[in-house]
């Protein structure tokens, strides 16, 4: 198995142009609010209570339009309404699951669309959302990662998947009802299409208003990024967003990751597990998440679960271990690793004293399980000889 898959590209910013007209006040920040609202003529000395009303509005109740903001004057949500917009994603499909799970397929700017899936259980309703349209990584396991990157999503596209998925559950709170704190959308995972460390400032800004506690008002706890291991971005990580963190390992050696996970050729295991094992929010209660999907003979033998506990033990990271059976999508150079050989893989971790848990595939019937993100208008079908090639996988 050499490695020959494309290492990523460097894309730290997809040059974008807004579409003309009103300007969509979703995905600003409380100051970039004050100032937007200053701009086009809220009085200086109102502009900090006139950005917590309508912050409230926008992102603790869901309204989408100015004239039911009934807190503010008559004439000055005209004015409003004359200058702004509030817009969200589009619905384009909605399917759900026989386990429930949902999976959105969403139109944003330009036309290209990005997928989002709702995934329901007794404790949490987890939502995993996109921060790129494609992605820059070449992934040869992830069915998402075989569509070419487009561009960035903005703060605005990212923070409005959850809206859209709230507007769905019919989850958003009537203004002076009691406070109900049962909430269907709970969690928040950054594990959908892209790679969010590539596109961080976006992502940040998304987060902080998911966060901001007169809105959508979910903890830092709550919320867990998942990178492929963009070094230099994962201490930023802690420092401006301060959410859970999840690395998708999936290898123990370099020459096998190098093949899974190509931005390994550019920050190796070793790197990469320094730049965890400083992790400011690395605690036994905030432990980092090591995902490692099972694949057949590539990554799942005895040897392998040995490596990676010797791995976390050395540089003394807080971990926990997510084994995720393989998704095979159509052309899959892989195969799923069999039940027993990943049973026994997740044993080894747990006598070792970690959390082994086995994530259970879920929406694996409308293809929204992990690694199977992808839009279908948005891709060029390959064979599976075209994916083995690209990939390095052809004998």
Known sequence: MSPKAPITQDVMTIPRKLPDGKINLVGLT????????????????????????????????????????????????????EHFVIEIPEVVTRQVSEDGTRKYLCRIAGGHEVEVVYIPEEDRGTLCISSQVGCTLTCSFCHTGTQKLVRNLTSAE????????????????????????????????????????????????????????EGISLSRRRITLSTSGVVPEIARTAEEIGCLLAISFHATTDETRDVLVPINKRWNIEELLTALASYPNASNSERITFEYVMLDGVNDSDEDAHRLIDHIKRHNIPAKINLIPFNEWP?????????????????????????????????????????????????ARKSRKQIEAETGLSR
């Open 30 to 81: 409380r100051d970039r609010l004050r100032d937007t609202l200053i701009e086009h003529g809220t009085p200086e000395k109102q502009a900090k209570m006139r950005t917590g009303q309508i912050w409230q509005w926008i992102y603790q109740w869901g309204v989408r339009d100015f004239a039911q903001m009934t807190n503010l004057a008559k004439a000055y949500r005209a004015q409003l309404a």
């Open 158 to 213: 990212i923070v409005g998947q959850i809206m859209m998925a709230r507007d769905d559950l019919e989850e958003w709170p009537t203004p002076g009802a009691p406070k109900d704190e049962t909430r269907l959308l709970s969690n928040i995972v950054l594990m959908g299409m892209g790679e969010p460390l590539y596109n961080f400032e976006n992502v940040r800004d998304a987060m902080k208003i998911a966060m901001d506690p």
């Open 331 to 379: 052309g899959a150079p892989y195969k799923r690793s069999s039940n027993n050989r990943i049973r026994a893989f997740a044993n080894i971790i747990y006598q070792a004293g970690y959390a082994s848990p086995i994530r259970k595939t879920r929406g694996e019937d409308i293809m929204a399980a992990c690694g199977q993100l992808k839009s279908a208008t948005e891709r």
